[in-house]
């Protein structure tokens, strides 16, 4: 059967973690995949996720398939975390929520649900964009557009690209929008920009698509809310693509959440059910472990505070690496102004090193960085740090 057919190229992120695994110098560093490390470059289980185990282990009676949008608690969840506690978008009912296997589930799910009603629509996706989007969407049918987004000599947003962009997107089509830390380029709009983004797709009638996959990571999980709610505030539809995996450390656990918000509680009603038939050809029903976790610890005040205390730690440790980074190249005298690094947000960096700087750190230092030039800043260690600006040093001589 595989005889006459090429083998398809690795994924360009994951991809670079397999050649990592395989290389044997002790200094190797792995700025690739987007996963936290700790101090150590461990990615540890977070201890409220432990706590929240043990309670589980000692109450689970069975393994049952659970409902096709997954369990009711882990919606509700869900939706208080996405628009808090007492927001008129669940108090009305007009959002449903379904648990999908991570933010790449639920972003497939509503592509598919999508292609059902909007045959013709096209996806607009920002440039540049996490590559897996581009894929994601083309497999459930769709034709591409870019819209601007990044503004590469200024190293910021490019903003009035971005809104002439999506002034002429047309109604029925469809912008995937990243609600906080860009990734790749670590550059969000501020809340002045969210309302004006939010206003156009109003006037234009495009549908958003929002992609959650980091709150907490920018400034808190209620500061990151801002796009959501400014879209909320609209009253009209919209999908949100949410995910655990990098909040909660459950990556492999396959837990995320495709909510969809419509004007009222009687359209929500109906896209439920189209959703639900679109999650049954696709899995069935998700998995039950990642979700069942995240339900306990949103559930439980102790755990949901440890939860907070944690993700701060995270979001804090990151933030020191990129001042790290920043101060570490002005400190070896390496030309140019790097306090962008500082200013981005999320865990990557669009760090603004060249495809050949790039090659040159993988065959020469064995730093591993995505071609782009996109930087995971967890990757970064106290330990590693140094390392790594003396090869950037090296490299930009
Ligand atoms: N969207 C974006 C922007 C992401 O960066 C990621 C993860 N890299 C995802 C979605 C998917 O997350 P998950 O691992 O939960 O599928």
């Known amino acids: 059967m595989w005889q006459n057919i090429e083998a398809a190229p690795a994924d360009s992120i994951l991809g670079l973690t397999d050649a990592f695994k395989k290389d ?36 689970e009676k069975t393994k049952s398939y659970l409902p096709i949008p997954g369990d009711p608690g882990y919606g509700k969840n869900v939706q208080k975390l ?13 959002a449903v929520t379904a648990h999908a296997p991570g933010g790449t589930g639920a972003l497939r799910v509503g592509g598919d649900l999508l292609k059902k009603f909007y045959p ?25 557009e870019q819209y601007a987004y990044y503004d590469a000599e200024n190293r910021q947003l490019d903003f009035d690209g971005m809104t002439a ?17 860009h990734n790749p380029s670590g550059v969000d709009p501020d809340r002045e920009q969210w309302r004006r983004i939010a206003a156009i797709s109003n006037e234009k009638g495009w549908i958003p ?5 980091y709150q907490g990571f920018g400034e808190s999980v209620e500061a990151d809310r801002f796009a959501v709610e400014q879209f909320a505030a609209l009253g009209g539809d ?42 049954r050809v696709l899995y069935s029903n998700p998995p039950a472990h990642g979700g069942l976790v995240a339900a306990t610890i949103l559930d439980r005040p102790e755990l949901y505070s440890l939860w907070i205390e944690e993700l701060g730690g995270m979001r804090e440790r990151i933030r020191d690496m990129r001042r790290a980074l920043v ?21 990557f960096s669009f760090s603004g090193l060249s495809a050949e700087v790039v090659d ?22 106290s330990k590693n740090i140094g390392y790594v600006c003396d090869a950037i040093a090296e490299a930009l001589q």
């Not at 698509?209 to 996959?213: E, I, S, T, V, Y």
């Open 238 to 279: 919209f999908l949100v693509a949410s995910s655990f995996s990098k909040n909660f450390g459950l990556y492999n656990e396959r837990t995320g959440a495709l909510t969809l918000i419509c004007p009222t509680q009687k359209e929500a009603a109906v896209a439920f059910s189209h959703l639900k038939t679109t999650i």
């Open 165 to 181: 962009s999506l002034e002429n997107i047309p109604g029925g089509d469809v912008v995937l929008l990243h609600t906080c830390c």
């Open 360 to 381: 040159w750190l993988r065959e020469n230092k064995s730093i591993y960085v995505v071609g782009g030039g996109r930087i995971n800043l967890a990757g970064l260690t």
């Open 82 to 94: 996405l628009f808090g506690e007492e927001n008129e978008v669940i108090n009305s009912g007009r």
């Open 327 to 347: 101060e570490g190249l002005v400190a070896r005298g390496v030309e140019g102004d790097f306090s962008y690094i500082a200013r981005q947000r999320g865990m």
């Open 209 to 213: 698509f929002l992609d959650f996959a």
């Open 120 to 144: 013709d629509a096209k996806v607009w996706l920002s440039s540049p964009t996490w590559a897996n989007h581009n894929a994601v969407f083309s497999a459930a049918g769709f034709e591409l």
């Open 24 to 59: 044997g110098n002790p200094e190797k560093v792995n700025l690739g995949v987007g996963v936290y490390k700790d101090d150590e470059g461990n990615t540890p289980v977070l201890s409220c996720v432990k706590e929240a185990e043990k309670i589980l282990l000692a109450s």
